[in-house]
C-alpha cells in the first residue's frame, strides 16, 4: 500500500484507495484512457483492461506517456513529423 493506486506498473492518484491491480481486475474509477509517467492503461465497463507502454499514432510516431504529461505539445509534434 502507498500513496498511489497501482494498475500494473501504472501509477495514479485518482482517489484515497490506494490499491494494487492488475488486468482484469475490477477497479474504483471511472472508463477511460488514463497516462502515468510508467505507462497508459484503459479502463472498460470498470474492468482494467489493457497496459501499455506507449502511444502510436496513426503515421507511425511514437508518443511516450512522459511527453504527453510534462508536455502537451506532444501531439503538435506528431502533426508536424506527418507533415514532414
Not at 38 to 59: A, H, N, P, Q, T
Request: negative net charge.
Amino acid at each position: 500500500m502507498g500513496v498511489y493506486e497501482t494498475y500494473g506498473k501504472v501509477q495514479l492518484k485518482i482517489n484515497d484507495n490506494w490499491e494494487s491491480y492488475k488486468v482484469g481486475d475490477k477497479v474504483t474509477i471511472p472508463d477511460g484512457v488514463y497516462i502515468g509517467y510508467e505507462g497508459i492503461i484503459v479502463i472498460i465497463g470498470r474492468k482494467f483492461v489493457g497496459e501499455f507502454d506507449y502511444l502510436m499514432s496513426k503515421w507511425g510516431t511514437v508518443i511516450e506517456p512522459e511527453e504527453i504529461i510534462n508536455n502537451l505539445s506532444a501531439i503538435k509534434r506528431v502533426i508536424e513529423n506527418k507533415e514532414e
